[in-house]
């Protein structure tokens, strides 16, 4: 069937250049057994979106980008069980379903998640869509590619979403927020009273505060060089917030917790702060490190930094498991618990490139595309 989507097809030259995506007619398949077609309704722009527009993570051209997709089903494969024509769905991380660590019921640690998010194929090498011409098209990002009208994903990367909720605001839920909440709630698992330091005050970090909010962290410090973020920071929760992103800011917040932070998490993609986040960390503190940026970033960590019971925790979409992970978020979003719209700002799909821009800028922190 046809579809449009927004297709990319050229780096950015340097950061003060934004990348121009074009709106084209595609082409999608037919789902395959366990796949779905989803007509999109919404789709959030992500880091991890970033990391391919800037060149960090490869991919090939022309392609097609988006892994937070929000919308309703139109089709499913002759194997999909649990989700049916018209269910209202956001679109998350995939994950085999077959490997150990699946079998586990760790779905974020697959085996496979590597070549199922950045592949850019299916795992059989087939294409879930082409250039309404025929040409090759790359998608099958995160197996969804949602910067479209309509993706084809696996029945394993849904979760559905309750009437109740608007769904233009849950795609986001299927990375980046997620990520962040699912952080603090599945990995670093904070107790009521504790003090949690968050590097990065993006959607990431905004929902990790929201999350330490909920656990009832006493302290809870945000670092970051953008002003506005920071005060967002301190609408939602925040008990202190530092702008900056220099190396004396472990000296500052340890200072401000007499040396016993006992949570830090780097939220800034590649690990850029896990430096600072470890030196912060008190005796037996724990350093959680969310995932997406480029497997090319690395940092040097100081030998007493990593002493006396530390922890450093690589963390991949937020751990936990597909659906819980998310309806957990949800539930909070409807108590009133987890402000998410306080993040977003809608734009219509065709204005996809100020969205982009607006989002490499800092200047808003969760773009979101409404596809109708
Ligand atoms: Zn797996
Ligand atoms: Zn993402």
Redesign the pocket.
């Known amino acids: 069937m046809r579809a449009t989507a927004a297709i990319f097809e050229r780096s950015l030259v340097s950061l003060s250049r934004y990348p121009k995506l074009k709106l084209a007619k595609i082409e999608l398949d037919e789902p395959q057994e366990y796949e779905v077609l989803v007509k999109i309704s919404s789709c959030g722009i992500c880091g991890t979106d970033h990391e391919v527009l800037n060149g960090d993570l490869p991919t090939g051209k022309p392609c097609v980008l988006g892994h937070e997709g929000a919308g309703i089903i139109e089709a499913i494969g002759s194997k999909v069980s649990q989700f049916k024509i018209g269910d209202r769905v956001l679109i998350s991380f995939p ?5 150990r ?2 079998l586990r019921d760790q ?1 974020r640690y ?4 590597g070549p199922l998010s950045f592949g850019f194929q299916r795992l059989d090498g087939s294409h879930a869509i082409k250039l309404a011409n025929g040409d090759k098209l790359y998608g099958n990002f995160f197996q969804q590619s949602s910067w479209s009208t309509h993706a084809i994903t696996l029945e394993r990367n849904l979760i559905k979403v309750p009437d109740s909720i608007d769904l233009d605001l849950m795609g986001p839920l299927g990375c980046s927020i997620t990520t962040g909440a699912g952080a603090v709630f599945n990995e670093l698992q904070p107790e009521a009273g504790s003090s949690i330091a968050i590097f990065g005050g993006g959607s990431t970090g905004l929902a990790a505060v929201m999350a330490a909010v909920v656990r009832e962290c006493e302290t809870i410090i945000v670092v970051d060089p953008n002003s506005n973020r920071l005060k967002l920071a301190k609408k939602l929760g925040a008990t202190h917030v530092f702008k900056s992103e220099k190396e004396a800011i472990a000296a500052k917040i340890r200072l401000l917790t007499k040396n016993r932070l006992d949570y830090s998490l780097d939220c800034t993609l590649g690990g850029k702060m896990v430096p600072a986040a470890m030196e912060s960390l008190g005796i037996l503190g724990v350093c959680g490190m969310v995932g997406g940026g480029s497997p090319l970033h690395s940092f040097k960590l100081n030998h007493a930094d990593t002493l006396y019971g530390k922890r450093l925790i690589g963390i991949v979409g937020g751990g936990g498991k597909t659906p819980n992970a998310h309806q957990q978020i949800m539930q909070l979003h409807e108590q009133g618990k987890f402000p998410l719209e306080k993040l977003v700002k809608f734009y219509p799909f065709k204005k996809i490139n100020d969205a982009i821009r607006d989002s490499f800028s800092g200047k808003v922190v969760k773009p979101i595309l409404k596809m109708n």
């Open positions: 994950s085999c379903g077959k490997c660590n699946c779905p697959c085996e496979l998640a």
